[in-house]
């Protein structure tokens, strides 16, 4: 059976770089002639049957927004095997055939579920946690990590004025990728991530040297997996009586607009999974490894922990002295 008719939607977290996705997936369907739909509200939307055509135009000028046009929503009906079939029913009863969904691993549990109801689906790395497996990067992570930099580089210049030190913050669920790559490109002294185990007192006796030997700040990166900074700044403080000042990002790295790398990750990502739709491809997430495309059967990727990239954590450490 070909593909006639495709939705989009975007589901979980929303993550810089979605619209950039959504637009692909519409543009590359419409180039191969096929009808296609945008869901809002995720599988929400699908439940409520919040669906319309898309066209060209529909995802004009927002190749450079945050955000997602479709919006998204965590929805716990669609947990349910009821909930997924009446979503599969409402695909159906408007002849759309396929999905993509642009999410994490959650949302991809969702379409792998629709994907065994003969919806055809295909799943795309929506997030900034850069925790799904099978995949080098995540649509978002680039930009959430550069909002990172952008803070610390400016929390660095009132911290060496006052030769203090900072305790950073950052997202990433169970996931200690952006503490580890934001934390390698600001120099930070320490980062916290939940892959690795650490000793707060080495940390502490660290800074307290570092500070006698003439550094004029301190930077800890931690990421929000391994538990509350206020907690560990009180405990350093109580170590080596130098009292971090903390600092929560929040969900402000999860706005603004997407750096080029994470718009074409998404361009290329969303045109992608048209093509695997249209050769033939469903139930799998698509990636990028090494540079190239690649889709993964569902069942290898949900639930699967991405590795966590011992070596690049060393490298930061060595250089952090
Ligand atoms: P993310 O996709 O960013 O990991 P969530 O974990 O919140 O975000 O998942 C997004 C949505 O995906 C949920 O609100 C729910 O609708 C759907 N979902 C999550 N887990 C499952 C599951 N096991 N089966 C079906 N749908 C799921
Ligand atoms: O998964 C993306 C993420 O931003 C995580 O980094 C964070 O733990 C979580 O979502 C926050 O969720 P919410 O938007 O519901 O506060």
Same mark, same amino acid.
């Given at each position: 059976?070909?593909?006639?008719?495709?939705?989009?939607?975007?589901?979980?977290?929303?993550?810089?770089?979605?619209?950039?996705?959504?637009?692909?997936?519409?543009?590359?369907?419409?180039?191969?002639?096929?009808?296609?739909? *945008?869901?809002?509200? !995720?599988?929400?939307? /699908?439940?409520?049957?919040? $669906? &319309?055509? +898309?066209? @060209?135009?529909?995802?004009? #000028?927002?190749?450079?927004?945050?955000?997602?046009?479709?919006?998204?929503?965590?929805?716990?009906?669609?947990?349910?095997?009821?909930?997924?079939?009446?979503?599969?029913?409402?695909?159906?009863?408007?002849?759309?055939?396929?999905?993509?969904?642009?999410?994490?691993? *959650?949302?991809?549990? !969702?379409?792998?579920? /629709?994907?065994?109801?003969? $919806? &055809?689906? +295909?799943? @795309?790395?929506?997030?900034? #946690?850069?925790?799904?497996?099978?995949?080098?990067?995540?649509?978002?992570?680039?930009?959430?990590?550069?909002?990172?930099?952008?803070?610390?580089?400016?929390?660095?210049?009132?911290?060496?004025?006052?030769?203090?030190?900072?305790?950073?913050?950052?997202?990433?669920?169970?996931?200690?990728?952006?503490?580890?790559?934001?934390?390698?490109?600001?120099?930070?002294?320490?980062? @916290?991530?939940?892959?690795?185990?650490?000793?707060?007192?080495?940390?502490?006796?660290?800074?307290?040297?570092?500070?006698?030997?003439?550094?004029?700040?301190?930077?800890?990166?931690?990421?929000?997996?391994?538990?509350?900074?206020?907690?560990?700044?009180?405990?350093?403080?109580?170590?080596?009586?130098?009292?971090?000042?903390?600092?929560?990002?929040?969900?402000?790295?999860?706005?603004?607009?997407?750096?080029?790398?994470?718009?074409?990750?998404?361009?290329?990502?969303?045109?992608?999974?048209?093509?695997?739709?249209?050769?033939?491809?469903?139930?799998?997430?698509?990636?990028?490894?090494?540079?190239?495309?690649?889709?993964?059967?569902?069942?290898?990727?949900?639930?699967?922990?991405?590795?966590?990239?011992?070596?690049?954590?060393?490298?930061?450490?060595?250089?952090?002295?």
């Amino acid at each position: 059976m070909s593909v006639k008719s495709i939705a989009v939607l975007t589901s979980g977290g929303d993550s810089q770089g979605m619209n950039a996705a959504v637009r692909a997936v519409v543009r590359s369907a419409i180039v191969h002639n096929l009808e296609v739909y *945008g869901i809002q509200r !995720g599988y929400q939307g /699908l439940l409520n049957d919040d $669906i &319309r055509k +898309m066209d @060209l135009r529909s995802v004009g #000028d927002i190749i450079q927004r945050g955000g997602t046009i479709l919006q998204t929503a965590r929805c716990l009906e669609f947990q349910t095997e009821e909930g997924q079939k009446r979503g599969a029913e409402n695909l159906r009863k408007r002849g759309i055939d396929s999905l993509v969904v642009i999410g994490g691993d *959650g949302s991809y549990q !969702g379409a792998y579920k /629709l994907s065994k109801l003969g $919806i &055809r689906t +295909m799943g @795309l790395p929506g997030t900034i #946690d850069n925790d799904i497996a099978y995949t080098d990067f995540t649509i978002g992570f680039d930009t959430a990590v550069s909002i990172v930099v952008d803070a610390v580089n400016k929390l660095r210049d009132t911290m060496t004025s006052h030769e203090r030190s900072s305790v950073v913050e950052v997202m990433g669920r169970h996931c200690g990728d952006i503490a580890l790559y934001s934390g390698l490109a600001c120099g930070a002294e320490t980062i @916290l991530v939940p892959e690795v185990p650490y000793e707060l007192d080495e940390v502490a006796h660290r800074m307290k040297e570092n500070f006698d030997n003439g550094k004029r700040h301190s930077i800890i990166i931690a990421a929000e997996g391994v538990g509350k900074c206020d907690d560990i700044a009180a405990y350093i403080h109580k170590v080596n009586g130098i009292e971090p000042r903390v600092t929560v990002l929040g969900h402000i790295q999860r706005g603004g607009t997407p750096t080029h790398n994470d718009r074409i990750l998404a361009s290329r990502l969303g045109d992608f999974a048209v093509r695997r739709l249209l050769a033939g491809d469903s139930g799998k997430a698509c990636g990028v490894i090494r540079g190239e495309l690649v889709a993964t059967d569902f069942e290898k990727v949900v639930g699967t922990k991405k590795e966590f990239d011992i070596e690049l954590y060393n490298l930061a450490l060595r250089l952090s002295q």
